[in-house]
């Protein structure tokens, strides 16, 4: 079974009789939704419905809940927690020295007597599972870097900065980590209105080439006029954030995307249920 030792992650504990209606009124994830034995995405958003901080959570127990999220900016997510916190009978710490593990294959099931395993259900049904008390060894992380991508799972840092992406333009809307049915949370109506409207116009697409990918960051570009961003690469394969609009219109119109110089061939992730555009006037406009 191959797995990866995520160096980057961070582990943050929530915890009291108030922790779940605390953090059910500030995330974008249903926690009335989420099962034990499982991780569901989620983000902490700005009022104006951009990603502060993205992450995966998880029950941990009785009015208790574990927060993975990246190691660089899990202090400033702590902090971000207690200022929301006022009141509410809610301890938030974070884990100091815990290994986060990912193992990935159909024989990668979660033991309902490891309470540290959880089911990545980012992956739907392909045995992604997180172990919060993993081993040491490292695993191979360049193969977990070409599974997610291959299944066209974006995150923060590698694929899209904090602050300036829309829940629906890393596909949370779509994996479970936006509840349209709960009630309100720090910036839902900015969520809710793009949910409504189908306003989104820019979505992760997986990213395919004959030769090696530039670096994250590259311009994705038609005809000179930018349609999107390179993110996380394995050799000919990617993750961008792109205009559907802007790409379909290429599409129809037989115009070459470029990844600086390389030709590339940009796919919707096979669950994904969005479409590109059917109507792409205008796509040359904003």
């Not at 820019?202 to 090696?212: D, F, N, S, T």
């Not at 394969?237 to 390389?262: E, M, S």
Request: hydrophobic share 45%; aromatic share 6%.
């Amino acid at each position: 079974m191959p797995f990866a030792l995520l160096k980057d992650r961070a582990l943050i504990s929530v915890s009291g009789p108030d922790a779940e209606h605390f953090l059910q009124n500030i995330l974008t994830t249903d926690l009335d939704a989420l099962g034990n034995g499982e991780a569901k995405p989620g983000a902490l958003l700005t009022p104006q419905g951009k990603i502060l901080f993205d992450f995966l959570i998880s029950r941990a127990g009785e009015n208790a809940f574990r927060i993975e999220c990246r190691a660089d900016v899990s202090d400033d997510f702590i902090r971000r927690l207690m200022l929301y916190r006022l009141r509410a009978k809610v301890e938030i710490a974070k884990s100091e020295q815990t290994l986060v593990t990912v193992a990935w294959g159909k024989e990668s099931i979660v033991s309902e007597s490891d309470s540290t395993a959880v089911a990545d259900r980012r992956f739907g049904d392909e045995g992604v599972t997180r172990f919060h008390a993993g081993t040491a060894e490292a695993g191979d992380i360049a193969a977990w870097q070409a599974f997610r991508i291959a299944h066209g799972i974006a995150e923060s840092g590698s694929d899209y900065a904090l602050g300036d992406a829309f829940p629906h333009d890393v596909l949370l809307d779509e994996m479970g980590g936006v509840g349209f049915k709960k009630g309100c949370y720090v910036g839902q109506e900015v969520v809710s209105r793009m949910q409504h409207r189908g306003t989104a116009r820019r979505r992760v697409l997986i990213v395919q080439a004959g030769l090696p990918l530039p670096a994250a960051g590259a311009e994705l570009t038609v005809g000179g006029r930018p349609v999107g961003t390179l993110g996380s690469t394995a050799t000919v394969t990617g993750l961008a954030i792109a205009r559907i609009d802007r790409v379909k219109a290429a599409l129809d119109a037989g115009q070459p995307v470029l990844a600086d110089d390389v030709p590339v061939t940009l796919t919707i992730p096979a669950w994904a249920k969005f479409s590109f555009p059917q109507e792409t006037a205008g796509a040359e406009e904003a």
